[in-house]
């Protein structure tokens, strides 16, 4: 196995396979290396399935960006025959002065992006088991879908291999140097040389980016599949803001209708918001997943290439993965050209500092 490259990186989730993916597609010989295997569930891309949507109440900078990763995550299923993403619309519902309402419109607006505004009894007209509070109001657009998280990284890293990348899983980095014109990457013994280096090791970051530890506060976010009560008509993905924080949930799949709390929640607490919102979906747990959720003071990602030339992202905060495709072109793009014409100065740690 060889253990020089043109660009090592470590951590193999969702950004680490996409990178991967771009820089070996570019011709570059990439070392991956992985502590824990293909596509598990024990870091923060576990779980089966992600949003992806396009209206982003969050900021509308990442308009560009997901507009995008959906058209790479449609050439990656192109090229893999694997499918990705299905495209079953979104309703994101709450408050209509609170933060996702006014967000997602402003982002549509911003970008030209297809939606209409609906009130609380057209958004259950139209998806009778959501339940609006009476107050509520939503945005409605088509391009938003569920993405199968694990087929996701696993069609990158097949694209990867395809294209020459060698990876190394059930491998620890233990730590890493500058090293004369490149680096050195170091796990139980084995030394790995090369020419660029991107960290995208997820929660695990700040362990080799010292420098983020002040900025990320890690958390155990469990994920509920729910039996429906009653035969469930078609749904779209969906968020609703409430008193209690955002919930957000997916269309019924073979392991049931899958609900979550846009942050750490115990089953009575979801339980809670089902009952009042989707009470279809109060039925039999059928299963659980927790996942980590990396977080920064701001809610948005850093993605970077330090003055020392290591090129890292920690893509986070909840609503990452959707953005993963797009991620590792913009990481092949910093490790092998220093540069990246994609729109990411807002992304810039520098923000926590200036
Ligand atoms: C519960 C939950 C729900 C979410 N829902 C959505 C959603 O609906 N839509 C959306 O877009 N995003 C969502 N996100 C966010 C998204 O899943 C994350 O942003 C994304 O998965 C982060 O990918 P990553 O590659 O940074 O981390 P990971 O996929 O965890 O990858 C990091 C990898 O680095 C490896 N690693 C770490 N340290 C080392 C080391 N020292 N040596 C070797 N390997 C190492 C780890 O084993 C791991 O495989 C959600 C997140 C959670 C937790």
């Given at each position: 196995m060889p253990t020089t490259a043109d660009v090592c990186v470590i951590g193999l989730g969702a950004m680490g396979s996409a990178a991967a993916k771009h820089c070996a597609a570019r011709g570059a010989r990439v070392i991956g290396i992985e502590m824990f295997g293909r596509a598990h569930g024990q870091g923060s891309s576990g779980g089966r399935t992600r949003v992806i949507r396009l209206s982003y109440f969050e900021h509308p900078?990442?308009?560009?960006?997901?507009?995008?990763?959906?058209?790479?995550?449609?050439?990656?299923?192109?090229?893999?025959?694997?499918?990705?993403?299905?495209?079953?619309?979104?309703?994101?519902?709450?408050?209509?002065?609170?933060?996702?309402?006014?967000?997602?419109?402003?982002?549509?607006?911003?970008?030209?992006?297809?939606?209409?505004?609906?009130?609380?009894?057209?958004?259950?007209?139209?998806?009778?088991?959501?339940?609006?509070?009476?107050?509520?109001?939503?945005?409605?657009?088509?391009?938003?879908?569920?993405?199968?998280?694990?087929?996701?990284?696993?069609?990158h890293l097949r694209a990867a291999e395809r294209a020459g990348a060698v990876f190394h899983f059930g491998k620890r980095v233990d730590r890493w140097r500058v090293d004369g014109d490149g680096f050195a990457v170091e796990t139980a013994g084995t030394t790995y040389a090369a020419s660029s280096l991107v960290i995208t090791a997820g929660p695990w970051i700040a362990e080799l980016v010292p420098s983020l530890a002040p900025l990320l506060r890690v958390e155990q976010v469990p994920l509920f599949w729910f039996d429906p009560t009653a035969p469930v008509s078609r749904l779209p993905v969906w968020i609703a803001e409430t008193a209690d924080g955002g919930y957000y949930g997916f269309p019924q799949d073979e392991h049931g209708l899958k609900v979550a709390r846009h942050g750490p929640a115990d089953l009575e607490r979801v339980r809670a918001f089902v009952r009042r919102h989707l009470p279809v979906a109060d039925g039999a747990l059928r299963s659980t997943h927790t996942c980590l959720y990396t977080s920064t003071p701001d809610g948005h990602f850093v993605i970077e290439r330090r003055e020392d030339r290591v090129v890292y992202a920690s893509p986070c905060s909840g609503h990452g993965f959707k953005f993963s495709t797009v991620v590792g072109e913009i990481l092949a793009d910093l490790a092998l050209d220093g540069v990246t014409a994609h729109p990411i100065g807002f992304l810039s740690a520098a923000r926590f500092t200036s």
């Open positions: 900078d990442y308009v560009p960006l997901l507009r995008r990763a959906w058209t790479l995550w449609r050439a990656l299923e192109e090229e893999s025959g694997a499918h990705l993403l299905a495209r079953t619309g979104g309703i994101y519902m709450g408050p209509p002065d609170g933060e996702l309402v006014p967000g997602a419109r402003r982002s549509a607006e911003t970008h030209g992006l297809v939606h209409e505004l609906l009130d609380a009894a057209e958004i259950h007209r139209r998806h009778p088991p959501l339940v609006p509070d009476p107050s509520w109001v939503g945005i409605a657009e088509a391009e938003a879908g569920v993405l199968a998280a694990e087929r996701c990284i696993e069609a």
